[in-house]
């Protein structure tokens, strides 16, 4: 797993990303990305620039690096790891390309448009409740149930179960924290709960085919090929595991970058046109998901870099979003056109919801710009560490209702 | 035979038309798009399909 550092490379710079107090947006990042487009690390290699994590993100020389969390983690079997290892994030090649080709119809964008109505909707509603207030838990009172609901929508299942659903969700999430062996059982009972879930909702689809989503994917066919039932249930669960948290998240972390720039929000409450720029905006200085990891399939040199196979390569999403060398005014501005960001990863495991996260969040924000002025932090927020998937756990705000 | 074109200003070589329309479109040894701007109409379901998963939206059907 050695990186071999070329002579006259003394000035790379190193950062520890397992230390709980580690931020991305900070004074030590930003000059680390001055000093070199790469940083080594206490795990593997970090590359911070625009440019670099764009080509690298592509690589075909590099795999996705998370096939082995569990392993890394002690853990070695149970319902969670052979989840895992049949699940999209983690499979390569053909068997990566077969069912992604199989679930990519019900995610195409056409499709989701016809739901646009609903998240609208569904917006107003969970703001009408605390509009009166004048304050809100921003998390609680909006991000989780939007995220989780629009989830209930795309399943067709009844939304009032959307507790349930926020609940096992954000249990199996703790499968990728750092104190995963401890939550095993937990997360394997969340593991179970959600097959069973997933595998009624199947049955009921396939008795009773409709135009829905799951049904989508029950009926979706290619050369003759079809998703079986433990594909299928497969499918769901990764559905919900990586579709909740992420969106619940990223519309914390935008709700955190509009009460920095209120200019901005006036700006999204005036033009809510502009709701798809800000969903972009956001994710491009403010991302959920601060780091991709890759892992080299074999011996390469990238920029005079030699990089041994099996190294480490965390491609950093908020650093290389925000480089000065690719955006010479990298603050958040709806009025700017910037190049594409990597939020969503990028090359093969390219995120596969993403046109419904854009499509729920591009509704969201410019209906709460429309309704909440002047929204600034009451205290009391809390936050999830900056590695992995970031974003408030509270968030509570005070606000003027508009209009 | 259909025809399709890519806007390269967009394309960011994800690689996700390679997967959808592999017998049209494909990703070179550096990870470059290279696509047949002509194609059998047989394959035009899949060149849709590719069409839709693109994740900038960058492959037109030229009428």
Known sequence: ????????????????????????????????????????????????????????????????????????????????????????????????????????????????????????????????????????????????????????????????????????????????????????????????????????????????????????????????DKLNDEELRNALVLLIFGGMDTTRNQLGLAMQSFMRNPDQWELLAERPELGPKAVEEVMRTNPTVTWVTREAVEDFTYQGLEIAAGTTVHLFTQASGTDPLAFPNPELDLLGEHPVHYGFGGGVHHCLGHFVARADMSEALPLLANRLANPHLTGGDEWLPDSGNTGPIRLPIGFTQRG | MAQITVDRTLCDNHGQCAIAAPKVFSMNDEGILEYAETFDDALLDEVEEAIDVCPVQAIFLKD
């Open chain 1, 1 to 224: 797993m050695s990186v071999d550092i070329v002579p006259n490379q003394f000035a790379v710079p190193y950062l520890d990303i397992s230390d709980p107090s580690f931020a991305m947006q900070s004074e030590e990042l930003r000059n680390a990305r001055e000093a070199s487009w790469y940083a080594r690390t206490n795990y593997g290699i970090a590359v911070l620039r625009y440019e670099e994590v764009s080509k690298l993100l592509k690589s075909p020389k590099l795999i996705q690096g998370s096939a082995k969390w569990p392993a890394h983690n002690g853990v070695h079997g149970g319902l969670f790891f052979d989840w895992w290892t049949k699940n999209l994030l983690v499979l390569e090649g053909e068997d990566h390309h077969r069912i992604r080709r199989l679930l990519n119809p019900a995610f195409s964008p056409r499709l989701i448009k016809d739901l646009v109505p609903r998240f609208q909707e569904l917006a107003n509603e969970l703001i009408d409740d605390f509009i009166e207030k004048g304050e809100c838990e921003f998390i609680g009172d909006f991000a989780e149930p939007y995220a989780t609901r629009v989830l209930t929508i795309l399943l067709g299942i009844d939304e009032s179960e959307w507790p349930t659903i926020a609940r096992l969700a954000s249990t199996i999430g703790l499968a990728l924290g750092v104190t995963f062996k401890q939550d095993l059982d937990k997360v394997d009972a969340a593991v179970a709960e959600l097959y069973a879930y997933a595998e009624d909702l199947i049955k009921d689809r396939q008795a009773n085919p409709g135009e829905d989503f799951v049904s989508r994917l029950v009926l979706a066919s290619r050369d003759g």
